[in-house]
């Protein structure tokens, strides 16, 4: 049985509600209040955490203008040089404790992806719950060993990697000290089609790492998440925004709020209907149960008459003998006179 987790003062695994994150990512467009109203829109769609990501384009890469630093492959970032699409997309350092007090008084955990060392140095001193390790990062081993070293619970994102990987970024974040993992499915496309997601890896990958196991989503839409949730995945992460309409590199491919509140509404209708394994009557069946199928007299009959099947049939409701004894009650007789629409029972056959 794979393990559970706590993040903050919420317990996190089978059993437990699933733990939705809102990514703040870029959506913020570089203006602090509104990432502010973002985290307020998360707070109001349901979500328990809001995510950010902690870095400057130089702790990311460098400025240089050589094809290896150039965006391609279709993306919706291809010709960008990624020093300044990272100059673009950071969240000021300086903003992440005032907007981690924004998310306290709402109630909300707040961590954020660390890209380099000195940003978990920086996540340490602002006390975050957890750290988070990027799809991209998750072969950056200096840097998972330095998260693990925290004792802090650690999220790994998987886009991309292969199983050797995942293990390799495992066992690192275990022999640094790392006792409470989780892993995210994640499919690194934005946004990320359908067909390329690959659900069912989820329950594989807790069989193979008894770790809690959530999905990190880039698809368009609700879809992608309930099904992770019914596949046992016990957080699910995707980026909000307050309008794809919005300028910004991450905008295309993020939840709106009425969306966002929509996913966490279904996510939490599909954990309950989850429930446990049970057979039998469940809450309110019971009031149909009197409707299933009995042996009912269906006409009138006189002492001595013979049960055949145009007098006894097995009909609804069911307040008669059980459709079982069918053959044993055909043929036998009337042990007295019976008016049409009496439920069957042994002291009316001989």
Known sequence: M???????????GLGHPVYVVAELSANHNQSFDQAVR?????????????????????????????????????????????????????????????????????????????????????LEKMNVPVHKIASCELVDIPLIQIMARTGKPLILSTGMA?????????????????????????????????????????????????????????????????????????????????????PGPD???????????????????????LGEVHFGVSGKEAVGRPFRRSLFVVRDMIEGETFTSSNVRSIRPGQGLHTRHLPEVLGKKAARNIDGGTPLSWDLVV
């Open 251 to 273: 905008s295309a491919f993020s939840l709106e709020p009425d969306e966002f509140k929509a996913m966490v509404e279904a996510v939490r209708v599909a954990e309950k209907a």
């Open 38 to 122: 973002i985290i307020k829109a998360a707070k109001e769609a349901g979500a328990d955490a809001i995510k950010l990501q902690t870095y400057t384009a130089d702790t990311m890469t460098m400025p240089s203008q050589r094809e290896y630093f150039q965006v391609r492959g279709g993306t919706l970032w291809d010709g960008r040089i990624l020093y300044d699409l990272y100059c673009e997309a950071y969240t000021p350092w300086e903003w992440q404790p005032k907007l981690q007090q924004v998310a306290k008084d709402l109630g909300m955990d707040f961590f954020s992806s660390a890209f380099d060392g000195t940003a978990v140095n920086f």
């Open 162 to 246: 292969t199983q050797e990987e995942i293990d390799e970024a495992v066992e690192t974040a275990r022999r640094a000290g790392a006792r409470e993992i989780a892993l995210l499915k994640c499919t690194s496309a934005y946004p990320a089609p359908a067909e390329d997601m690959n659900l069912r890896t989820i329950p594989e990958m807790m069989r193979r790492y008894q770790l809690v196991v959530g999905l990190s989503d880039h698809t368009m839409g609700l879809a992608a998440p309930v099904a992770a949730v019914a596949l046992g995945a016990g957080i699910i992460e995707k980026h909000l925004a307050l309008s794809r309409s919005l």
């Open 2 to 12: 794979p393990a559970s987790m706590r993040i903050g003062k919420r317990e996190i």
